[in-house]
């Protein structure tokens, strides 16, 4: 299972958010290339990195911290954040993402969002399937749907989908440990290299989401505030 560092973008800031409102933002570096250099001199390989302006702005807006991570670092990035366009997506791949992370446009325009899958392929377009009470939660986690996330999981399986990164939000920031059970029911319902993303807080969270057969964790709030470090991480890669 892929360990994945999130790093989160608001002025060109590192932060981190509670249950994604911005009203608890909490910068904890000023320089998220400065971030992105420590995970990579401990050995880690993949960043996930959201561009939480651009959710909110729908359009993407910090794309240049993209492209200075890629460029200064030998980091694997998957962005996130505001694509809502073609040009959005131009602009991630064109800044150096190896995959694109798409939310919103897969709820609102799955027309449009499907086009984007024929065009890059299933290696390059990741499902955002985030949630509520199971149900999905669309614009930068700002509107909620009574859209089932396993039935919108398992429709864009059928279409070609290969990955997706899922978040239950009641989880996000809380430092409680990730949705177990609900992975548990989207990997019987599916096959689908999931990532799991929202809560994990310990180690024992990560290895409970490899036993799972989770593809990928995303790590975030626990290692900024210390509750798991980068040699830790490193170790379990």
């Known amino acids: 299972m892929r360990i994945i560092i999130a790093i989160d973008i608001i002025e060109g800031k590192c932060v981190r958010l509670t249950k994604g409102d911005y009203s608890t933002r909490k910068v904890y570096n000023a320089d998220p290339l400065d971030k992105a250099k420590q995970i990579e001199d401990h050995g880690l390989k993949y960043l996930h990195l959201v561009d939480l302006d651009g959710a909110k702005s729908k359009k993407?807006?910090?794309?240049?911290?993209?492209?200075?991570?890629?460029?200064?670092?030998?980091?694997?990035?998957?962005?996130?954040?505001?694509?809502?366009?073609?040009?959005?997506?131009?602009?991630?791949?064109?800044?150096?993402?190896?995959?694109?992370?798409?939310?919103t446009i897969s709820a609102s325009d799955p027309a449009l969002f499907l086009d984007w899958l024929g065009m890059f392929g299933a290696d390059k377009?990741?499902?955002?399937?985030?949630?509520?009470?199971?149900?999905?939660?669309?614009?930068?986690?700002?509107?909620?749907?009574?859209?089932?996330?396993?039935?919108?999981?398992?429709?864009?399986?059928?279409?070609?989908?290969?990955?997706?990164?899922?978040?239950?939000?009641?989880?996000?920031?809380?430092?409680?440990?990730?949705?177990?059970?609900?992975?548990?029911?989207?990997?019987?319902?599916?096959?689908?290299?999931?990532?799991?993303?929202?809560?994990?807080?310990t180690e024992e969270d990560i290895l409970e989401l490899r036993g799972l057969g989770c593809e990928g964790a995303i790590i975030g709030k626990a290692l900024y505030e210390g509750l798991l470090n980068l040699k830790q991480l490193s170790r379990l890669c």
């Not at 911290?65 to 791949?93: C, H, M, N, P």
């Open 125 to 201: 377009i990741i499902l955002g399937a985030d949630s509520v009470n199971r149900k999905i939660s669309t614009e930068g986690w700002l509107e909620n749907t009574e859209t089932d996330i396993i039935d919108f999981v398992k429709s864009y399986v059928l279409k070609g989908i290969r990955y997706s990164v899922c978040t239950d939000i009641e989880k996000d920031g809380m430092l409680l440990g990730p949705s177990v059970s609900l992975y548990k029911d989207i990997l019987e319902a599916v096959s689908i290299n999931l990532i799991a993303s929202g809560g994990v807080t």
């Open 60 to 103: 993407v807006i910090n794309h240049r911290v993209l492209e200075q991570i890629v460029s200064k670092t030998s980091l694997t990035v998957d962005f996130g954040g505001g694509i809502r366009s073609y040009d959005d997506l131009r602009i991630a791949f064109g800044c150096g993402a190896s995959q694109v992370t798409c939310g």
